[in-house]
Nanobody, 127 residues
Framework: VQLQASGGGLVQAGGSLRLSCAAS??????????MGWFRQAPGKEREFVAG????????DYAVSVKGRFTISRDNAKKTVFLQMNSLKPDDTAVYYC???????????????????WGQGTQVTVSS
């Protein structure tokens, strides 16, 4: 699967952004993949942000974003989204879309399981 993230930009603290990740799954079906978002801030390791099951019925969030970010997917459009509200300067990072083929339809993937990565999109939150 190939992943193309978009939607990043510069926003003031307290603002919102919506990231999108379009997938092309040659020989595979998009709904065969659990999907997730990760981020990497300058000088820091890449960290998990959110994950969603193949069906879209369940999700998983890092503590730092829970209640502010929402992950969703549209299997018909082969797209996963990350709605980010109440943004903070600490959310500044390059955001990456990720995927993993998984047998489980209803559970989000394990955070360490993702093995397909897209290019990142920069999110900058000014104070």
């Amino acid at each position: 699967v190939q992943l193309q993230a978009s939607g990043g930009g510069l926003v003031q603290a307290g603002g919102s952004l919506r990231l999108s990740c379009a997938a092309s799954a040659s020989g595979r079906t998009f709904s065969d993949y659990g999907m997730g978002w990760f981020r990497q801030a300058p000088g820091k390791e890449r960290e998990f942000v959110a994950g969603i099951s193949r069906s879209g019925g369940s999700s998983d969030y890092a503590v730092s974003v829970k209640g502010r970010f929402t992950i969703s997917r549209d299997n018909a459009k082969k797209t996963v989204f990350l709605q980010m509200n109440s943004l903070k300067p600490d959310d500044t990072a390059v955001y990456y879309c990720a995927a993993v083929e998984t047998w489980s339809t209803f559970n989000p993937p394990m955070r360490s399981a993702y093995n397909k990565w897209g290019q990142g999109t920069q999110v900058t939150v000014s104070s």
